[in-house]
């Protein structure tokens, strides 16, 4: 089974502020991390959001709104996780 199948994009998505906070368990790091290495639409989407964080300053403390995590899970929904 390839890092790609164990995660998927979607799942990865939903770790990605606990992965850029340090704040995974350890098999949750090295899933991500694995699919990360294997899936270049997720690592230009780390990418993107470490350069997002930068430019902003920080993530936000608080949960993201339903909505806006709806818009989320919409874009993401038609990637593929092979």
């Not at 990865?12 to 270049?40: F, K, M, N, Q, W």
């Not at 350069?51 to 949960?63: D, F, K, N, R, S």
């Amino acid at each position: 089974m390839s890092a790609v199948e164990e995660l998927s994009c979607q799942e990865l998505v939903e770790l990605v502020t606990d992965y850029l906070e340090h704040a995974l368990e350890p098999g949750d790091l090295r899933r991500s991390e694995e699919h990360i290495a294997a899936c270049g639409k997720c690592t230009v989407y780390l990418r993107q959001m470490r350069q997002t964080i930068m430019v902003t300053g920080a993530l936000p403390g608080g949960e993201i709104s339903a909505e806006a995590e709806q818009q989320l899970l919409q874009v993401f929904s038609g990637w593929s996780s092979t």
